[in-house]
């Protein structure tokens, strides 16, 4: 199988931000690689991430790098367990399966294409949160409810913040209200 690449940009709300990133999927796993230049609160940030992903969509492997500052770079078994590099384990991580990066609507992909919805079916998932530009981890609880074959509503439970996502066909969000705009292809 040769392949198959993605590729998506997004600007946030505010157009003060963009994201690049470029989804490699082939017959073993999926990577995903993306660049984020943006402003989360007063904090301007520049950060690359790299996720390695099995082909059920579970997250394997996280790097993420802010510029000339933090590294994070944690391992998952796809099931729940958590580890860093020098192989201990993330007690706190326990039974999170996805990851959501503050900075990106990519991460939300994760979880949309791992439950596989149907429409109107609700799932609550407790995932990895990494706050940016601190790149602090730590478990949050998500509902996510499919509204319809491209809207999915998300909800976080611990903030009471929920968006209606608009998504393409294969589950990459193409509005996030409030936070992100997908860019039309060069």
Known sequence: MTALKRVARWTDWNGAGIEHLSVLENASWIHAEGVVIGQLNENEFGLSY???????????EVRIQIANSATLHIWSDGRGRWVRGDGTEIGNLAGCV?????????????PIRR????TGQTETI??????????????????YTRLAETRFLYEGISTSFSAELEVDDVGMVLDYPGAFRRLPPA
């Not at 996805?98 to 994760?110: C, E, Q, R, S």
């Not at 407790?126 to 509902?143: F, G, I, T």
């Open 50 to 60: 790299q996720l390695h992903l099995d082909l059920d969509w579970r997250v394997r």
């Open 98 to 110: 996805d990851v959501d990066i503050a900075a990106t609507p990519f991460t939300n992909t994760l």
């Open 126 to 143: 407790k995932v990895a949160y990494v706050s940016v530009p601190e790149l602090s981890v730590e478990p949050v609880k998500q509902r």
């Open 115 to 118: 439950l596989k919805l149907k």
